[in-house]
């Protein structure tokens, strides 16, 4: 089966610039996740979405950072526009939450991430 | 809200055993442990939902202690292949925000031949 599906795997722009990456969950999951890893603050939750809805975007940084599901099987993480600061790697994850649970008794799969460079 | 791991490195030799704790300030609902080897996406090892859970596979086990908000990672007679970077998340209640995971910072253990 497949996983859950990122791209671009690396980007390297410049200040200012616009940035959209992208992330396809597992067929059938219903919540997905948007991460940020850095060294200094490790793994950081950005937004999640269930059932293509997003219910807590508090880990978003500013208003710079945008995201959208519009549908089950497709999502999108915008930065507009960035900043070096913004350098990160940014995971995708997806879970089949089970009742009103979403994330806390169920597995959550990772994309293999995108590296994104801002200089 | 942020577990605190520790330690925060740990280096084994091949067949060496070795913990790794996870703590939290607050009570928490579910402990996740996952691993991560450089360059690469976290991995999922396994949940522990109950105060006082135990689980395991292959020589990687869990133990969940809910009274004391923390869980610990038991790997015993390391391989070469665990190498990597373990966190754990922890959820805080069951449902809606409240269940999302906060990652602690990881361990990285190496292991040596």
């Known amino acids: 089966d497949a996983g859950v599906i990122q791209s671009p795997r690396h980007e390297v722009t410049e200040m200012g610039q616009e940035v959209t990456l992208r992330c396809k969950p597992i067929?059938?999951?219903?919540?997905l996740f948007w991460y940020r890893q850095t060294m200094m603050r490790g793994l950081e939750l950005l937004i999640y979405?269930?059932?293509?809805?997003?219910?807590?975007d508090s880990g978003m940084p500013e208003d710079r950072f945008s995201a959208k599901m519009p549908n089950a099987s497709f999502s999108t993480l915008k930065i507009q526009p960035s900043e070096p600061r913004d350098s990160a790697v940014y995971f995708c994850?997806?879970?089949?939450?089970?009742?009103?649970?979403?994330?806390?008794?169920?597995?959550?799969?990772f994309g293999d991430g995108t590296r994104l460079s801002i200089l | 809200q942020q577990p605190v791991q520790s330690p925060q490195a740990v280096i084994l030799r091949e067949g060496e055993d070795a913990v790794i704790n996870c703590s939290s300030s607050?009570?928490?609902?579910?402990v996740h442990w996952y691993r991560q080897k450089h360059g690469e996406a976290p991995v999922f090892l396994m949940i522990?939902?109950?105060?006082?859970e135990q689980k395991g596979h292959d020589k990687i086990s869990a133990s969940f202690n809910e009274k004391k908000q923390q869980s610990s990672l038991y790997l015993t007679a390391s391989q070469l292949s665990y190498s990597g970077t373990y966190f754990c998340?922890?959820?805080?209640?069951?449902?809606?925000?409240?269940?999302?995971?906060?990652f602690g910072k990881g361990t990285k253990l190496s292991v040596k031949p």
């Open positions: 994850a997806s879970t089949l939450a089970v009742g009103v649970d979403i994330s806390g008794n169920q597995p959550q799969h």
């Open positions: 067929s059938g999951h219903n919540s």
């Open positions: 979405f269930n059932n293509n809805v997003p219910i807590d």
């Open positions: 607050k009570a928490l609902y579910s």
């Open positions: 522990l939902l109950k105060g006082g």
């Open positions: 998340g922890t959820a805080k209640n069951y449902g809606g925000s409240q269940g999302n995971l906060i």
